[in-house]
């Protein structure tokens, strides 16, 4: 069986590359330790990059009742890949208030941390591909114009971290009257993640030969998984 595989393997080598020194080497390889290099083609990509797009929204604190907070939109992307990835390991999302974008190392408010199947709850597959849509409440007991920021964290099961940049949101007041949607205020300011979120939309669309237009503001038509009432 062993050698079945090398031979397939050998094979595999030879159609893809026309060097002949990196067909040596890959066939020495795949006969010496087929296993490792099966598993070596076939191990999950790392992850490179974190896009988010965040905005105020309303839901279920973490003590049951309603409460402000954030709605979220979070892609992962890996080196050479432009459609959005599903991922394994340990998701922490930091929610940071007063936020000063020229602070350094600011302290986080609280963390929310999400191990693998609880992550795996939030994903979905839509437009862009597959994406994880989240409620964050706001942990601290305010009614007042509060500018927050987020900020997430992935570890894989290998343990290797990827940050994405801090994006700032906005809470207004409660008694500001009725909240307008987020994006049409700016809130989200990180508008970097916005555009390429946009050019991820418009690429993916591309691929996969669609004719019609992607969405102006994909986070207008995502579902967010909020907690039962």
């Known amino acids: 069986m062993r050698k079945m595989i090398a031979l397939a393997m050998m094979a595999a080598v030879a159609g893809t590359t026309g060097c002949s020194s990196t067909f040596v080497q890959s066939s020495t390889s795949a006969i010496v330790h087929p296993v490792r290099t099966i598993s070596a083609l076939t191990r999950p990509k790392p992850v490179s990059r974190i896009l988010c797009l965040w905005e105020a929204a309303e839901g279920q604190g973490v003590d049951g009742q309603p409460s402000r907070g954030f709605a979220g939109q979070i892609l992962f992307f890996t ?6 990835i599903q991922v394994g390991g340990e998701v922490q999302i930091y929610e940071y208030a007063d936020f000063d974008v020229n602070e350094d190392d600011p302290e986080p ?3 929310f941390r999400f191990e693998n199947e609880a992550w795996d709850r939030h994903m979905t597959d839509g437009t862009l591909g597959i994406s994880y849509n989240v409620f964050i409440p706001y942990t601290r007991k305010s009614k007042l114009h509060d500018v927050c920021a987020l900020r997430v964290v992935y570890r894989s099961e290998d343990g290797r971290e990827v940050s994405s940049p801090f994006t700032e949101v ?4 409660r008694t500001s009257g009725a909240p307008q949607k987020a994006m049409s205020r700016n809130i989200v300011t990180n508008s970097n993640n916005r555009d390429r979120l946009k050019q991820v939309s418009n690429q993916i669309a591309e691929n996969r030969g669609r004719t019609d237009k992607p969405a102006d503001d994909p986070l207008n038509s995502m579902t967010i998984k909020l907690p039962k009432q």
């Open 170 to 173: 906005t809470l207004a007041s």
């Open 109 to 111: 408010l609280h963390r």
């Open 79 to 84: 080196h050479g890949e432009e459609s959005p």
